[in-house]
Every structure is written in structure tokens, then in C-alpha cells.
């Protein structure tokens, strides 16, 4: 079964907008990673928050992590056209990455 | 550059005709795994490797085979392809004791 659940699905906005997913997971984690996949391509890491911090922050992207609630959160700040993606949330289970359903993301100029 | 390569990107086979998706890492790493993506299932995996001659089976190994002969190449056997075994099919590696994993452009597979 998927660990992780994104929220929305799919979100559409304006170009320069800020764009914000949501994940949240089962389990207990030692970390969590965040992959952006264009369109029928692999995947690319964005960003790894660890169970030990709440935010991280890497150019444009902000990531959250709230242990207690089992959820983070990846925030995308002045978007731009290339951004349009889905993006994955992932957790570590043993030997393999668990990831999400993904968000589909589309920025409109 | 750093990368991941799988061969084929696109195949369309029929069902029985064996084939074998190869995968290959220029970054000396260790680990490596196999995934296939659906709609509606998101991405789950099949099998990793550990390190040469160590593999062992992920989520979803059924219909499938593995061999990890040398260190930079993983490559994904299918004996015997059905159609539920259409699918895009990636690759990935990691450095061991390092948790962001590296993925290939992926494969995406028809079987007919």
C-alpha cells in the first residue's frame, strides 16, 4: 500500500503564483523526500526534510514536516511555467522509497 | 554527468517474447531498483539490489527477474511479458547510507 497521500490531486494556477501540496503518511519516518516528475519522465529529488526538523527551504521550494500530525507540506513560491509537474512525496520503508499519488501541478502564463 | 540510463525508452511487445530493459549508473553506487509506475497505483517496486550478486524482491516481483552481475548494471528481465505488464518502468540508484535515490528517463513498455 502507498505511504504517502498527496493533496490536491491536481492544482492549476497563475504564473508567479505561490503553489502549495500536501502529504501526509502512516508511519513513523526517519526522513522525507520530495520528487518532481515531468511529464512521463523520471523523477528528480527536490528536497529531503528529516524526522528531527520542521522546515527546510531550497530556492523556491519550502518544505514542512509535522511529525505529530503525520503530514508535510511543499510550498513552490513565485512558480513559473516549468514547474508544471507532478510532484511525489516519499518515505524510506526499509529498502525501497513509498511514494505518494502524486499532485499535479499546472502553471498557466 | 552523473546519470541513470535505461534502454529501451519505448517498446511494444507481445505477450510471451521475452525481453530485457537494461539499466546502467555511472556513480559507482551500490544500491539500485526497479519501479514500474501506473495510474491509479503511483509507483511501486519490484526489485533492488543491494550490491552485485545481492538482489531481493519489492513489492511487486511477479513476472519479473532481476541480475546485478556488475556494479554499474541492473538489468530487468521480463520471460514471459503479459499485458498487465504494460507499464513505464524505472530505474534508480543510491549511494549506500544516503537516502536520495537517482531515477532514469524510464521505459515505457506495451505489451500486445
Known amino acids: 500500500s502507498q505511504q504517502g497521500e498527496e493533496d490536491p490531486q491536481a492544482l492549476s494556477i497563475q504564473e508567479g503564483e505561490n503553489a502549495t501540496m500536501n502529504c501526509s503518511y502512516k508511519t513513523s519516518i526517519n526522513n522525507l523526500q520530495w520528487y518532481r516528475q515531468n511529464s512521463g519522465r523520471g523523477l528528480v529529488h527536490l528536497i529531503l526534510i528529516r524526522s528531527n526538523e520542521r522546515e527546510k527551504h531550497s530556492g523556491r521550494l519550502r518544505v514542512t514536516l509535522d511529525t505529530s500530525k503525520k503530514s508535510s507540506s511543499l510550498l513552490i513560491t513565485a512558480s513559473r511555467a516549468a514547474d508544471t509537474a507532478s510532484y511525489f512525496c516519499?518515505?524510506?520503508?526499509?529498502?525501497?522509497?513509498?511514494f505518494g499519488q502524486g499532485t499535479r501541478l499546472t502553471i498557466n502564463p | 554527468e552523473a546519470q541513470v540510463t535505461q534502454n529501451p525508452r519505448y517498446l511494444i511487445t507481445v505477450t510471451g517474447k521475452k525481453l530485457t530493459v537494461t539499466c546502467s549508473q555511472n556513480?559507482?553506487?551500490?544500491?539500485m531498483s526497479w519501479y514500474r509506475q501506473d495510474p491509479g497505483l503511483g509507483l511501486r517496486q519490484i526489485y533492488y539490489?543491494?550490491?552485485?550478486?545481492?538482489?531481493d524482491k519489492g513489492d511487486v516481483p511477479e513476472g519479473y527477474k532481476v541480475s546485478r552481475k556488475e556494479k554499474r548494471n541492473f538489468p530487468l528481465i521480463l520471460e514471459s511479458p503479459s499485458p498487465n505488464q504494460t507499464s513505464l518502468y524505472f530505474c534508480?540508484?543510491?549511494?549506500?547510507?544516503?537516502?536520495?535515490?537517482?531515477f532514469g528517463p524510464g521505459t515505457r513498455l506495451l505489451v500486445l
Open positions: 556513480m559507482n553506487h551500490e544500491y
Open positions: 539490489s543491494m550490491n552485485v550478486e545481492v538482489t
Open positions: 516519499a518515505t524510506d520503508r526499509g529498502q525501497k522509497l513509498v
Open positions: 534508480a540508484s543510491r549511494e549506500t547510507g544516503r537516502e536520495t535515490q537517482y
